[in-house]
């Protein structure tokens, strides 16, 4: 069964404007963390945002920000005052339990930022 | 730079040679991860190491995969026998403590010929 889900093969986002990300995860584990990293035409992964299971508070990052919705097993990614170097590969990512050893990603999503 | 690096960067060979890529976590990380990425795929888990202990292997890792860390500092990837199916990103990741964040490398992209 797919773990992460990432609906948005692709998206295009005005710069300077906010877009969201969307992550749908499936765990039966009460405690997990989820991530989101970027993949720059380069290829490293650069972590971003992490949202702890049991966290009250959704995660903030600068201009990235994390709207956990623990009962519809969502993590979105919200980026705001979108700029030209954010366009890129987009992974939504989640550990399960307190093993950091099975890190499951999601297919991405192809941020293109336009001028 | 006290990042994850890897090396090389890039790497082709015909199919049947031995390759070795070789990762250098940051340095005061135990934990040590590889993950194999093909095209228009997030990365898929391989293994991972707690300093020189190797204590879990994907069923992603055939035979022909090896993977150390014989010093719990540096890692080496091994692939034998390489096959056209090999042809992918390399990622290798480390953490400093379960259920810490993974910092990635950029990666050693494959091409089997």
């Known amino acids: 069964a797919q773990k992460i889900t990432q609906t948005q093969p692709g998206m295009f986002v005005q710069e300077k404007e906010a877009v969201t990300l969307d992550c749908t995860y499936d765990t039966s584990d009460p405690s997990y963390g989820l991530f989101w990293y970027k993949q720059p035409s380069s290829g490293e992964m650069i972590f971003l945002i992490y949202?702890?299971?049991?966290?009250?508070q959704n995660a903030t990052e600068g201009r990235y920000s994390l709207n956990f919705q623990k009962a519809r097993k969502s993590a979105n990614l919200v980026i705001s005052a979108s700029q030209l170097g954010d366009s890129a590969m987009y992974f939504c990512?989640?550990?399960?339990?307190?093993?950091?050893?099975?890190?499951?990603f999601g297919a991405g999503t192809r941020l293109t930022v336009k001028p | 730079d006290t990042g994850v690096s890897q090396n090389p960067r890039h790497k082709i060979t015909k199919r049947g040679q031995n390759v070795t890529f070789r990762c250098d976590p940051i340095?005061?990380?135990?934990?040590l991860y590889w993950y194999r990425q093909t095209l228009g795929q997030g990365p898929e888990f391989l293994t991972y190491?707690?300093?020189?202990?190797?204590?879990?292997k994907s069923r992603l890792l055939s035979d022909r995969f090896s993977a150390e860390r014989p010093k719990g500092s540096f890692s080496t990837l091994e692939i034998q026998r390489t096959e056209q199916g090999d042809s992918a990103m390399y990622l290798c990741?480390?953490?400093?403590?379960?259920?810490?964040?993974?910092?990635f490398g950029p990666g050693t992209r494959l091409l089997v010929l």
């Open positions: 340095s005061e990380h135990n934990r």
């Open positions: 190491f707690q300093n020189e202990a190797q204590l879990e």
């Open positions: 990512a989640m550990r399960e339990g307190q093993r950091n050893n099975d890190m499951r």
């Open positions: 990741a480390s953490s400093s403590i379960a259920g810490g964040t993974q910092y």
């Open positions: 949202q702890g299971s049991y966290d009250q």
